[in-house]
């Protein structure tokens, strides 16, 4: 399975904008599903965003849904997280992870790569 490496993140006022990249290493995402997920502070792991091995399906949580946009360039090996309009409740460790298949998955149970996660702060 691949590594994974996020990156990206910082300090942010409310209604900025930040682009978070997750890089492979060991193999090629090819033929990955893969997905943004967030932990805030005291929270559980949330689902944040979901995209297939060819980029040609999205999936969004409804938190974020018209904010950010999950894009993949396999030649570069590399996944995207755009987020817009950040708000005080996005701040949180954001984590890329991976899974070979062929489908949208939303679940943390379902992913086996993950990255070591890369802070994003909104301050109002």
């Known amino acids: 399975q691949v590594q994974l490496v996020e990156s990206g993140g910082g300090l942010v006022q409310a209604g900025g904008s930040l682009r978070l990249s997750c890089t492979a290493s060991g193999g090629t995402i090819s033929s990955y599903a893969m997905g943004w997920f967030r932990q805030a502070p005291g929270k559980e792991r949330e689902f944040v965003a979901a995209?297939?091995?060819?980029?040609?399906?999205?999936y969004y949580a409804d938190s974020v849904k018209g904010r950010f946009t999950i894009s993949r360039d396999n030649a570069k090996n590399t996944m995207y997280l755009q987020v817009n309009s950040l708000k005080p409740g996005d701040t949180a460790v954001y984590y890329c992870a991976a899974r070979m298949g062929w489908g949208l998955f939303r679940q943390s149970a379902d992913f086996n790569s993950w990255g070591q996660g890369t802070q994003v702060t909104v301050s109002s």
């Open positions: 995209i297939t091995w060819s980029g040609g399906n999205t």
